[in-house]
């Protein structure tokens, strides 16, 4: 039963991560792209938890930390470019 909506949410995760794989490809500015990107980064993390869940691995609930950590030091570094190209 577990494994069933363990899987529902890994699919369901992965089609909206297809959504804003498409946003971030189209996105008119820069800011639309930077958010579809963090999106999918904090997507690409439930799925490693859920992959946790489903393989019974605690050890990749350390893997998603710290690719949550990664995607948003990114997210964070990508905003202060931004901020100082257009003070430029």
Do not use: H
């Not at 494994?3 to 804003?20: E, K, P, R, W």
């Amino acid at each position: 039963m577990i494994l069933t909506i363990v899987y529902g949410c890994i699919v369901v995760l992965l089609l909206t991560a297809f959504v804003s794989l498409y946003r971030a490809y189209k996105g008119p500015t820069t800011a639309d792209r930077v958010v579809a990107i963090n999106v999918i980064s904090s997507k690409v993390t439930a799925i490693i938890v859920l992959v946790a869940v489903w393989l019974n691995q605690s050890s990749y609930i350390n893997v998603a930390l710290v690719y949550a950590m990664i995607g948003f030091l990114s997210t964070i570094g990508v905003a202060k470019y931004l901020l100082e190209a257009k003070l430029k």
